[in-house]
């Protein structure tokens, strides 16, 4: 089997409209969805999802293109899929799923998924055989039906109008096994094997006209149990093999055996007892829902905590039957949308709120799904890989016609042997299926053997006192493997804070010593120091700009002198202004300098507060870090001090046990003693017996011979 990436479930969400019902008390909407975004808002919780449906997001009508789609493509892959709805009663989940199909109505997920699916089978079937099964289940009151048994059984009704429970003779109740690989079936469950549309369209709507259903204040029309809809598809296609000398694929090399289930679930909807208005059958019934429900919840907190998934929690799947069922499709090998429908009255607003946490703590579920090959099509796609391996090899070192000639005969070889696996494939195929049909009428012998076996264990433990005792002192090497290997975590994740503080100091330091070297300096004296060169340049620029207005006014003031006067006066003037020139543009500079000097502060100041909120922010991570390592420190010295006195109490336990032993050991003792002491008293009493029986015998002949004489 070929591993993928880990998944996560998916979830949409599906809002149905206002009833009738619900427009009549005169409810209104409580749920809204946030534009162009797949965001719920209810009151002032808000969660954001995979997809919304309805009530002004994407239509219902793209549901089954975004969500369903690609896991019917994916179950042609090989790929298990599974779809879930779940809601309070009343929210629409028949309704959204179509288990409640009649006339050949094709409103719902279910019907599109078998247009799809015989459409794909159409396009495929001249390159592939295909062979469809169907099952259909329900689980109601803890107790698997089968809804597509052809010996349809009535249902009695109670005097208070409810279908009483019924037991038919004869028939074993399907049990729910696990096979070596750790896959779920259902034993004594009908598979039909179905070859049309019409053929699967009529399974479903014999299962859902044989499926419970009940009349409630809330729903009238409610299905009083979980129902799942179960598509098996498989398919054998063949194998072309492609030639490295000439790239032609005639060569079969065999067929590929792939096997994928589809699940379509429908559970049955939550509800409250005085929401409702059960009584009776239907009260026990909503009993049974809501505690399926509740175990479905523990399983989807488990898997969907990441911490516990961390820490390996156990994941409690055995705690209903539908858990059991769902093993796969939760944090297993299927690919899994779960379907949150919502009813968005503000009389519901309380259980619309729970059907949103409870969908969006699925979406951290990760599942792993695989390819479902057979082993003989598993070691096949082993040997096709290797074998094109080979053929590029070879054509990339150009190899001659002799070594080309041994790989046809070792391919020929390998055809050989895959024809002889799938002929034991086949024979191991049917003997399953002889083995199975005989298995459910061994059942009663065997739990008869079960019980002499019992009653002999127990006769021979009468002559074992020391097998308790060695079993319970036994026990005591897994738990101290468990106290050694919590240590062990405990020692790492300290490591692993420990370096981690240390990082946080290092950073720390060095953001320190970065803010020493910006902020070395008074930043107040230096802005001063600034100013004040700023005011003194722009005065001396003042001075020296006067200067040379003056020298201006003076040349105007002699134009009337004589022309060498005034060539001579003209010359120092023009010297002495270009001079005047020169130091104004030197102190434009300087003032430019400074202007840049100023901004470079303003520069270092951002960099030294963003220094400071770096800092700080370290500092917090570092206190966050202490604290966690304080409390990790605390949550081992609590769970040390729980070992150490469950371990004192094994001890007490097992001193008690020894003393037991010992007790049963002097009592088994003197038993063996009284026993011998009877064995030989009897042993004795059967000698004197036989002495007088003989001695009589004797005395009876005597007389006899002397009443002849």
């Known amino acids: 089997m070929e591993v993928t990436e880990n998944c996560s479930v998916k979830v949409a969400v599906h809002i149905r409209p206002l009833i009738a019902d619900e427009r009549t008390q005169g409810c209104t909407e409580c749920v809204t969805v946030t534009k162009g975004k797949p965001q719920v808002q ?13 009530h002004g997001a994407s239509p219902s009508s793209s549901m089954f293109e975004e969500c369903v789609a690609p896991l019917v493509d994916g179950l042609f892959q090989g790929y298990n899929a599974t779809v879930l709805a779940y809601g309070q009663t009343g929210s629409g989940k028949t309704y959204t ?67 009483a429970k019924v037991t038919v003779p004869g028939r074993p109740p399907i049990q729910i096994r696990e096979s070596s690989s750790g896959v779920i079936t259902l034993a004594g469950s009908t598979e039909v094997a179905v070859s049309t549309l019409q053929e699967m369209a009529t399974c479903l709507e014999q299962g859902s006209i044989n499926r419970a259903t009940g009349s409630t204040n809330m729903n009238n029309q409610s299905s009083r149990s979980h129902a799942i809809f179960t598509i098996t598809l498989e398919q054998m296609h063949k194998i072309q093999s492609v030639s490295a000398v000439n790239d032609t694929s005639d060569e079969d090399m065999g067929e590929e055996y792939l096997c994928a289930k589809l699940h379509l679930v429908d559970l049955a909807g939550s509800e409250r007892a005085k929401r409702t208005g059960s009584d009776g059958l239907r009260l026990k019934e909503g009993i049974h829902i809501n505690r399926g429900l509740l175990a479905l919840g523990n399983v989807i907190s488990a898997l969907g905590d990441e911490k516990k998934r961390k820490e390996g929690v156990h994941v409690p799947y055995r705690d209903s039957k539908l858990t059991r069922l769902l093993q796969d499709s939760l944090g297993g090998n299927s690919k899994t949308v779960m379907i949150a429908c919502v009813s968005p009255a503000d009389i519901n607003a309380e259980e619309s709120l729970n059907t949103l946490k409870y969908a969006n703590r699925a979406r951290n579920i990760q599942n792993k799904p695989v390819v479902n090959r057979d082993l003989v099509s598993n070691e096949m796609q082993k040997m096709r890989q290797q074998l094109q391996y080979l053929q590029a090899e070879l054509c990339a070192r150009g190899g001659p016609t002799s070594d080309i000639q041994t790989l046809k005969e ?35 012998s065997r739990s008869c053997f079960v019980k002499i076996d019992g009653h002999k264990r127990a006769i021979q433990s009468m002559d074992l006192p020391d097998y308790q005792m060695d079993e319970v002192l036994s026990d005591d090497n897994p738990g101290e493997i468990d106290e050694v290997d919590k240590e062990l975590e405990h020692a790492l994740r300290r490591n692993n804070m420990d370096r ?80 005047l020139e020169a130091q104004i543009s030197d102190l434009k500079k300087k003032q430019e300098n400074q202007v840049e000097l100023l901004k470079q502060k303003q520069r270092s100041d951002e960099a030294a507060k963003r220094l400071q909120a770096e800092i700080q922010y370290i500092k917090a991570q570092k206190v966050q870090l202490q604290h966690k390592i304080k409390q990790e420190a605390e949550q081992f010295r609590q769970w040390k001090a729980y070992r150490e006195k469950e371990l004192l109490q094994l001890k007490k336990e097992g001193r008690r046990n020894e003393y037991e032993r010992h007790k049963l050991e002097a009592l088994n003792q003197r038993q063996k003693q009284v026993l011998q002491r009877k064995t030989e008293e009897a042993a004795m009493a059967t000698k004197r017996l036989k002495e007088l029986l003989e001695a009589r015998k004797y005395s009876i002949r005597d007389n006899s011979g002397k009443f002849t004489l």
């Not at 209810?42 to 309805?54: E, K, L, N």
């Not at 799809?116 to 169907?134: D, G, M, R, S, Y």
């Not at 600034?530 to 201006?552: C, N, S, W």
């Not at 002699?558 to 002495?576: F, G, L, P, T, Y």
């Open 42 to 54: 209810i009151g002032t919780h808000s969660f954001t999802f995979d997809h919304v449906y309805g």
């Open 97 to 163: 799923m179509g288990t409640a199909i009649k006339d050949g109505s094709e409103t719902g997920l279910i019907p599109q998924v078998m247009n799809a699916l015989f459409k794909k089978i159409e396009t495929l079937k001249h390159q592939t055989e295909f062979q469809l099964h169907v099952s259909f289940i329900e689980i109601l009151k803890e107790e698997v039906r089968d809804l597509l048994d052809s010996e349809p059984v009535s249902k009695p009704v109670t005097p208070n109008g409810n279908a």
């Open 410 to 444: 070792r391919i020929t070889w390998l055809e050989a042997t895959n024809e002889d696996l799938r002929r034991e494939l086949h024979e191991y195929r049917s003997l399953r299926a002889v083995a199975e049909c005989c298995e459910t009428g061994a059942q009663e």
């Open 500 to 579: 981690e503080l240390n990082e946080l100091n290092k950073r720390l330091e060095q953001k320190e010593s970065e803010m020493k070297l910006v902020g070395g300096t008074d930043t107040e004296a230096l802005k001063q120091h600034f100013q004040k060169k700023i005011t003194e340049l722009e005065e001396e620029k003042r001075i020296v700009q006067q200067e040379r207005d003056r020298l201006l006014a003076a040349v105007e003031n002699r134009a009337a002198n004589s022309d060498s006067q005034i060539q001579k006066a003209q010359e120092i003037n023009v010297q002495k202004l270009k001079a």
